[in-house]
């Protein structure tokens, strides 16, 4: 079975820097897909980033990017110019490419953020 | 769309009682599932269905039932409320065409069982 590991439970960052949060995993598979997640103070989970496994580019949305190592089973997160709304948990998820498989989740860093 | 829509918000269960939490969306998504999320353990996977009538077990499916008899609901059913069963409960949807969609949750039932 897959599983996600997040080895951050809190990370914290100033206004307007830069922080990375960590993402490991365990497959066999070779063409899945991984995801971040936010979850602010509403609870409401809100996708942040999404990688294919087949694609060798790091995907990036605004001002969030992932360093994605295939070989070293590794997906961080990146978050560039961090704002306040960015304070948030962050959850890791990873999705197998074959058949309707779930969301496998781990268990997420708390991200604050200090003016 | 509404899309994923979870009633009630919160409930306060005594142990022993039974209730159902509503999960219904809009997107004629085939795939819909259950987690609960507890503090320090992520999200989890309790039940989840590629389609009506189609139903399989996740990881911790104990203590919850659910069917599928429509593509918009699936309903969660506590049989008898333990207070291990406290927790945030999520509903989530998506196309069953290909495993990197987005998957689309509700806004989440707080549960507390005493």
């Known amino acids: 079975a897959q599983t996600v590991t997040q080895s951050q439970p809190e990370m914290s960052v100033q206004e307007a820097e830069t922080v990375t949060l960590s993402c490991t995993y365990d497959?066999?598979?070779?063409?899945?897909?991984l995801f971040w997640y936010k979850q602010p103070p509403s609870r409401q989970m809100i996708l942040v980033i999404r990688?294919?496994?087949?694609?060798?580019q790091n995907a990036t949305e605004n001002r969030f990017s992932v360093n994605f190592q295939k070989a070293a089973k590794s997906f961080s997160l990146k978050i560039s110019d961090s704002q306040l709304g960015d304070a948030a948990m962050y959850f890791c998820?990873?999705?197998?490419?074959?058949?309707?498989?779930?969301?496998?989740f781990g268990k997420g860093t708390r991200l604050s953020v200090i003016a | 769309n509404a899309g994923v829509t979870q009633t009630p918000k919160f409930q306060v269960l005594k142990t022993g009682q039974s209730m159902t939490l509503q999960c219904a969306q809009d997107?004629?998504?085939?795939?819909m599932s259950w987690y609960r999320q507890d503090p320090g353990m992520g999200l989890r996977l309790i039940h989840y269905s590629v389609g009506a009538g189609i139903t399989d077990q996740g990881e911790v499916p104990n203590g919850y039932n659910v069917s599928r008899s429509t593509t918009e609901d699936f309903p969660l059913r506590l049989l008898s409320a333990a207070p291990s069963q406290t927790s945030v409960y999520f509903c989530a949807s998506k196309s069953r065409r290909l495993a990197g969609y987005e998957q689309y949750f509700g806004p989440g039932t707080r549960l507390t069982v005493t």
């Open positions: 998820a990873y999705r197998s490419a074959s058949g309707n498989t779930p969301l496998v």
């Open positions: 990688q294919e496994a087949y694609k060798q």
């Open positions: 497959t066999s598979e070779s063409d899945y897909y």
């Open positions: 997107m004629n998504h085939e795939y």
